[in-house]
């Protein structure tokens, strides 16, 4: 009983104490008891963007995180994803109206039945659209060139390893499947206007094949590169309008190809021969700046300046991540700068901007945007992505 | 009508060669030979067989010098120099046999590495374990004579779980196939 009449006198004295409190709380200056209460949010309709411009960068989230999201280098800003399977490949329709994504999925997770496709994106609402079909693809990471469009955009082209080599031709007009092309002993597939497509080879050739006809028709350039003792890295560049491509060996030689029904590979230069260093050799031991990481090349298409992610090392070091970028005026022959950065980084893009900006990002997923003429750092996301980077135009 | 007779084409033929050699023809032509086998190894394709490889720490790759045969769940293990991913040796597998539940793929890409105890080269056939999700562990990429897609035989970064119920990547092995 005692113990009773004691807790309700505690309660009434508790109950006093917060009415005074809270008379304190109203009477108190800037308190807003007169203003109405926050209104609720009225569902808004999903965002759209606009048709892809030359600041936007497309990140490859990388190896476990799929999609491809898409970043202002004006902004610094995220602007949405492009949905994409486990080791998938986006491209970009060159009239800006889809993104097409060559992707693989199986029936019950990583079981059952597989299902290969170039999956078909709106390019303002990012919705699927549909799903084109296709036998088969090859399932890599950190890779440009399995699946590539026609400049015009009507076909697709996706490399196909089942081990066998092949290339699936897709009509992205007609949202289907047209023919699959085999291709023994070639991969990393070049866009080769009006004429079809072209690989590069184990032989050290280039085919290119020839899709115009009912049959396609594939010849064969003389070699010109050694394809296992100093091989051609799979993300070179490739510029569709001037029908042109670049290409980046490990020990630093850069080729430039004319493209066409028989392309036209003009000689080698040393990038190190180009900066007045002494060549990159193929020899253990021999210390020297060399080519690395995942995507070595990027080419600004106004100027004819590669941008090339570089490191100090021995040879067979080809995957090493980068702390230099060397800016190469490819008419000239000449490294006319040498950028040292902050850190090392392993993907290297440019957007094709009057005054470009580069994108770099490390194996973290960290990913830096900088002013190409000054070096300076604009933006720093921490976690972009690790995998290749995409601009609008040459790539 | 003649019928075709191939005792008789055998017994011409015969009688032939008989009538335009003789034994000591035969023998004299022997001894030329006995003579001048010695001169056969200076030719340039058996001065090349015969040439050893060399195997000084100025010849070896940075992935050889630093090599080590008593750690296979460590990247420097030698077998390891053109391996990427995770290794099956810290996943519950070994160096040539899959985690509980994983699938050998039947095909591989190769390297071709150095035994720091010996000195030999071996091809080493690195062989994912398939069917279950990325292991996550002992994550090593050893870049030897690493080539790109083009040469897919000697490229690691591909998903190599071909023939397998599952293109699932688990972990990679490194099989010793033998002398390279």
Redesign the interface.
Known sequence: MTFLAKSKRSAVIRRSFLSAMALVIASAPGAASAAPPLEPDVEAPPATIPAPKPSWVYVNRGFGTPGFSIWDTATGKMLGLIEGSWLADMEIDPAGKAYYVAETFWSKGFRGTRQDMVTVYDGASLKLQTEIAMPGRILVGSRLKNFVVSDDGSTGYVYNLSPASSVNVVDLAKRKFVRNIELPGCASLISNPGVGFSALCSDGSMATVSTAGAKPVITRSAPFFAATDDPIFDNFVVDKAKKEAVFLTYTGLIYTASLGANPKIAEPFSIQEAAGVRKGDTKPLDINWYPGARQQLAVHAATGHAFVLMHMGEYWTHKAECNEIWEVDLAAKKVVRRMVLERSFANIAITQEAAPKIIVSGEDGALVILDAKTGEEKFKIKSAGNGVLRTVGPS | MKMFDPDAMGEKFLRRFAGGTSRRGILARLGVALVAAPVFPLLPVSRAEAAKPDRS?????????NAQTTDDTKCTYWRYCAIDGSLCSCCGGGLHSCPPGAEHSP?SWVGTCINPEDGRAYLIAYRDCC?K??CGQCGC?G??????????Q??N???W??GT????YHCSTAVLIGSA
């Open positions: 720490p100025e010849a070896k790759t940075a992935f050889a010098r095909v069917g999700s990325m990429d870049t030897d004579r690493e080539t790109q897609l083009y040469v897919p000697l490229n970064d591909i998903i779980c071909f119920t599952s293109m699932e």
